[in-house]
């Protein structure tokens, strides 16, 4: 996979869709800054210039439907998850692709795909990683960064590259294997332990305790409560509490 640093852009996902072409290869596109970041549904992505790894990857998946497009995420996830590994930081997979350790949020991923009929055309997977930075001026509640965590300083180019070949290989799980990546998938999700934790349905405006229970391929979050009750959601329908005093522990 081609790997191409730009010294800017508003977004890399929208600077890589402005020139994707029918035969444009895979490649992974860094912006040293990103003005205009976003995350999901128009969420801001703050990013101080040349700290962070803020990139976006063109994939052309093979074999994989639009019915199962949310593999695609879980590969991508699955790729960050494994680099933090070899950095000796343990990351988790907040449902549905954001990248948490402990309470504290280290990346964001958005994942967008071309789709025609069953077929998908191409996917850009937006990552921004929290490698340097160590003030953060934003309202996010819980961000933290690599050197927060480790102490020490990273190379953004070097990550980069790591990057890509570990989605390369994430993806030709999912194509291949879809079973296994998925079931690596609810291994390393984020509360996914077993244990009740606070939810809040945003379609319902309540808060009750649940455990996660499965997720579909289409990437519906199943979660039973504490009643008993089985409740599905599609992408913000439902928040995760954060759990205030574990948060505050971590952050003094």
Not at 177 to 201: Q, V
Request: net charge negative.
């Amino acid at each position: 996979m081609e790997i191409i640093e730009i010294e800017s852009a508003g977004s890399t996902n929208s600077w890589l869709a402005e020139r994707v072409r029918p035969d444009f290869p895979d490649c992974l596109v860094f912006a040293r800054e990103q003005t205009a970041g976003r995350g999901q549904r128009g969420n801001s992505w703050e990013a101080e210039p040349g700290m962070n790894l803020t990139a976006s990857m063109l994939l052309h998946p093979e074999g994989i439907e639009p019915a199962r497009q949310f593999a695609i995420s879980e590969a991508v996830a699955l790729a960050v998850v494994d680099l933090l590994s070899e950095l000796g930081v343990e990351g988790k997979v907040k449902w549905p692709n954001d990248i948490y350790v402990g309470e504290r949020k280290l990346c964001g991923i958005l994942i967008e795909h071309a789709i025609m009929g069953r077929a998908i055309l191409h996917t850009i997977a937006g990552v921004g990683i929290n490698v340097n930075q160590m003030i953060f001026r934003s309202d996010a509640p819980n961000p933290v960064s690599l050197r927060q965590l480790t102490g020490r300083d990273y190379d953004i180019g070097q990550l980069a590259g790591r990057l890509a070949t570990l989605t390369r290989q994430a993806l030709a799980t999912a194509e291949h294997e879809p079973e296994a990546l998925h079931s690596r998938f609810m291994a390393k999700l984020w509360r996914g332990d077993g244990k009740r934790y606070p939810f809040h349905d945003k379609i319902r405006g309540e808060r009750f305790m649940g455990r996660v229970h499965s997720i579909a391929p289409e990437g519906t979050l199943a979660v039973e409560d504490e009643w008993g009750g089985l409740r599905a959601y599609a992408f913000k329908e439902v928040e995760f509490v954060l759990d205030n005093e574990i948060l505050k522990a971590q952050t003094t």
